[in-house]
């Protein structure tokens, strides 16, 4: 049976579609001969009639389904548009009989006989395609069960684009509406969600698909949490945007976003705040092919901006979000201007030139080493790309006289305990202290905390982790961590941007923090596995505490101190917080400088430290180079920051003699 399927299978397209109109040519004279049959219950009382008719019910039939695209249709996935033509064509066909009968044969043919051979000519032509769909499609033993929680339109479609595949078998349907619950799909019955532990157990199944693009994030958080503990794995169908906008398929499912693990909704944003820094402007975005840049990027190119300007020192994220907003632009036909420009934001003539070239309006400054460990290790690099790049493309700002300069920071920049937070923290600093000398350019910052999916985020970690096999590295038990989408900070980032009045400090509300820990155990959860530890010594894979990383905390804040106001956005904080009078500022930058040149990370610390009072190490240096150079390391020339001579910002590095 299996050969003389793959031999049907690999007959020529020209060969099947012979072979269809042969069994038309067969089917429809018999259908109309048990027409008359039925009518008249004689077995010679249809064969008295003039043959003609049986030919002209048989070249009208075949021309009729042919110009229904019929027999151009792919039997093995022949679906509701075929059936619709065969119903069509079969009333077509007994409607050329009937009139056929009324000139062809002696005695006129009625009505009834008209009918009853659309039915057994649907019956029949319909039932031979679906027979050669039954014998073409390959069979297979049933394997891997999965159930799919959602009865609509979107579990339909699922079910029906599972169904060719071999592995996956359906065995229920899962819906909340009660309206829906008893019936049948496809042969699969619609159950009550509190029948799924039942299905696991006597049915095997071991994979929900969940299809519901239409529930909020919340909803699908709940679900999730009620499926996680029974030992299946868990997916999910693209959500109801990417479908609308063609960028997913209902098949195309995939592993639970990191963002239903928060369960928490999206507050739609405020239309006058989202665009008002954008509209008809010239936005540039540092950064633009990191995680944030890259998504603020996206989001302001839907916004219709007069130019988008894309600057960013790696080549390769440059030429990635390139490629991706030309694709975006062409796929939702969209007026946009936009330039990709190499560069490095502490090469300040090259961030001078860029603004006088292109009249930009408005910044979003999202460039920045944000990764603890690295940025720990690498002290003098990272300073002068958050510190020192952030300071000279703001010199740059004021000079060109852009409009609104919007600073990306972190919830790492409060009471920091490393590198990397001493250094936002100083940059909010410096844009607090320009703000004093400026009279057009608006300064302010968006302080948050992790983003889901960004490059060094836990969830991309784990989700690699488990794909290996474990073990999971989490750094300590009680380590929480505030988190939020990546579309959903980009998104408050611009609407905090349009509320600035100068200096301005916003916080994000980044509703519950998470514990690490119960995120990896919840990934390991909805990745149908078990979690192997004490409890249970058998379990799949094991999470291992690896201690905090130098300059890592278990709690991070949002606010220095609780001076903090209400803003128009549900979600969005003006912190009142403490700043230095900018001749300070310029003192600390100039000592920096200097350090910088002669690559003495100790006395870096040490201004950071002077700069940002709550900067308190976490641990000793772990400076790469400084701590292989440490037998060989000078005595550093820098005794007094207000005993040297002022450094100009156009100064990029000051070396010591």
Avoid at 424 to 442: D, H, N
Avoid at 532 to 557: A, C, H, S, V, W
């Amino acid at each position: 049976m299996d050969r003389f399927r793959r031999k049907l299978a690999n007959l020529p397209r020209a060969s099947k579609r012979a072979l269809m109109m042969t069994a038309d040519a067969v089917l429809v004279p018999v259908a109309l001969w048990l027409a008359f049959l039925l009518k008249y219950d004689s077995l010679t009382n249809g064969l008295e009639r003039n043959p003609w008719l049986y030919v002209g019910a048989v070249a009208a039939s075949i021309l009729i389904f042919a110009g229904l695209d019929l027999y151009r249709a792919v039997v093995r996935y022949i679906g509701a548009r075929a059936f619709f033509a065969v119903v069509a064509g079969s009333v077509a066909s007994a409607t050329v009989v009937y009139v056929l009968g009324q000139t062809m044969t002696w005695r006129p043919v009625p009505a009834s006989v008209a009918v009853i051979y659309a039915l057994v000519a649907l019956t029949w032509v319909g039932g031979s395609r679906f027979l050669a769909r039954r014998l073409l499609l390959p069979t297979h033993t049933i394997g891997e069960r999965v159930v799919i929680y959602g009865a609509g339109e979107a579990g339909v479609r699922l079910a029906r684009s599972l169904a060719p595949r071999c592995g996956l078998t359906v065995s229920a349907f899962l819906d909340d509406k009660r309206l829906l619950q008893g019936g049948h799909i496809d042969g699969a019955r619609v159950l009550r969600p509190d029948a799924l532990p039942a299905l696991i157990k006597d049915q095997g199944v071991s994979r929900v698909l969940l299809a519901m693009p239409t529930a909020s994030r919340r909803r699908r958080g709940e679900i999730i949490r009620r499926i996680e503990g029974l030992g299946v794995r868990v997916q999910t169908i693209p959500d109801l945007v990417d479908l609308v906008s063609g960028q997913a398929r209902v098949e195309d499912v995939r592993d639970v976003d990191a963002s239903d693990l928060l369960g928490r909704d999206v507050v739609p944003p405020k239309e006058h705040l989202y665009e008002a820094c954008i509209r008809d402007k010239v936005v540039m975005v540092t950064g633009a092919g990191g995680s944030i840049g890259s998504e603020l990027c996206r989001q302001v190119a839907r916004l219709r901006p007069r130019r988008l300007v894309l600057f960013e020192v790696s080549e390769l994220a440059l030429y990635q979000i390139d490629r991706e907003l030309r694709a975006l632009v062409e796929r939702d036909q969209l007026e946009l201007e936009f330039v990709s420009l190499l560069g490095n934001v502490h090469h300040e003539q090259r961030v001078r030139e860029v603004l006088q070239a292109y009249s930009v309006q408005t910044i979003y400054h999202a460039a920045a080493y944000k990764h603890v460990p690295i940025v720990e290790h690498n002290v003098i690099p990272s300073i002068q790309n958050n510190v020192i790049g952030t300071w000279f493309a703001a010199e740059a700002a004021l000079e060109c006289g852009v409009e609104t300069f919007v600073l990306v920071s972190t919830d790492k920049a409060v009471n920091p305990t490393n590198v990397m937070g001493a250094t936002k923290r100083m940059a909010e600093m410096v844009l607090q202290g320009l703000q004093e000398r400026s009279e057009r350019t608006r300064f302010c910052m968006v302080r948050f905390g992790n983003v889901l999916e960004s490059s060094g985020s836990v969830i991309p970690l784990f989700r690699e982790q488990i794909h290996r096999g474990g073990p999971v590295t989490v750094t300590h038990t009680e380590v929480i961590r505030y988190f939020m989408t990546i579309p959903e900070a980009a998104q408050l980032v611009l609407q905090a941007g349009a509320m600035a009045k100068g200096g301005d400090v916003f916080v994000l509300d980044m509703g519950q923090p998470v514990r690490i820990a119960d995120v990896a155990r919840r990934m390991i959860h909805l990745s149908g596995l078990t979690v192997r530890d004490e409890e249970n010594p058998e379990g799949d894979i094991e999470i291992q505490f690896t201690g905090l990383r130098p300059g890592e905390k278990l709690y991070e804040e949002l606010l220095i101190g609780s001076n903090v106001a209400g803003t128009e956005h549900p979600m969005i904080m003006r912190a009142i917080e403490h700043s230095l009078p900018w001749d300070e500022m310029q003192d600390l930058l100039q000592g920096i400088l200097i350090v910088m040149g002669d690559c003495d990370v100790a006395t870096a610390r040490d201004i950071l430290q002077q700069a940002v009072g709550e900067y308190r190490p976490g641990a000793d240096i772990v400076d790469n180079v400084w701590c292989r150079e440490s037998e060989k390391r000078r005595p550093s020339k820098v005794t007094s920051i207000q005993s040297r001579r002022p450094v100009t910002p156009r100064e990029v590095t000051v070396v010591a003699e």
